[in-house]
């Protein structure tokens, strides 16, 4: 099974500043096959990010995916107060099964 | 709009049964796949379940094969999670979420809209 790990754990920055999320998986994958989504408290999860470089429908373009491989990243340009949030990466084309990293959350300094 | 609606949340005690009901609307149910994911209070996402559109293909975690069933009614616009031989290690919020596109696989592409998740305590 593909085992996801996100890094850091905690992410403490101040709103303007550029946020960098990694996403690294023990085998590799399709970069079609990577997703991010945003979770606020009480929420479900918000798909913003596919195919590891594809926003989804309304998502801002401060939101950015890349990489390839083993190793992935979630770049937010800027950030704004509503971003502040946990983030969570997710790979959806192998064995018929799917599986998420462990979350990254993005926290005001 | 797009709507995923889940019940059958509640309390139940180690080695229950519960079932899980998602009721949705908006889009055409019977071409999507569908999934549950679910998650402990406080902690992350995992994936349970998955069901494609027809209902001739499924697929779950290690953690619940043989003891969760998946399924679908697509008259009714309704999926399902069966639970049984439940323990402390299944109290979490359980989401419902479509498969993105018109493939109606469970797996292969991202979950573009969730439900709100209904919660599951497993407890004495």
């Known amino acids: 099974d593909i085992v996801l790990t996100q890094s850091p754990g905690t992410l403490s920055l101040s709103p303007g500043e550029r946020a960098t999320l990694s996403c690294r998986a023990t085998?590799?994958?399709?970069?079609?096959?990577l997703a991010w989504y945003q979770q606020k408290p009480g929420q479900a999860p918000r798909l913003l990010i596919y195919?590891?470089?594809s926003r989804a429908t309304g998502v801002p373009d401060r939101f950015s995916g890349s990489g390839s491989g083993t190793d992935f990243t979630l770049t937010i340009s800027r950030l704004e107060p509503e971003d502040f949030a946990v983030y969570y990466c997710?790979?959806?084309?192998?064995?018929?099964?799917?599986?998420f990293g462990q979350g990254t959350k993005l926290e005001i300094k | 709009e797009v709507q995923l609606v889940e019940s059958g949340g509640g309390v139940v005690r180690p080695g229950g049964s519960l079932r899980l009901s998602c009721a949705v609307s908006g889009f055409t149910f019977d071409d999507s796949g569908m999934n549950w994911v679910r998650q402990a209070p406080g902690k992350g996402l995992e994936w349970v379940a998955g069901?494609?559109?027809?209902?001739?293909?499924?697929g779950y975690a290690d953690s619940v094969k043989g003891r969760f069933t998946i399924s679908r009614d697509n008259a009714k616009n309704s999926l399902y999670l069966q639970m049984n031989s439940l323990s402390a290690e299944d109290t979490a919020f359980y989401y419902c979420?479509?498969?993105?596109?018109?493939?109606?696989?469970?797996?292969?592409?991202?979950?573009?809209?969730w439900g709100q998740g209904t919660l599951v305590t497993v407890s004495s």
């Open positions: 979420a479509r498969v993105w596109g018109l493939s109606g696989s469970y797996h292969g592409q991202p979950f573009d809209y």
């Open positions: 195919a590891a470089s």
């Open positions: 069901i494609n559109w027809s209902g001739g293909s499924t």
């Open positions: 085998q590799s994958i399709r970069s079609t096959d």
């Open positions: 997710q790979q959806y084309g192998t064995s018929s099964m799917c599986s």
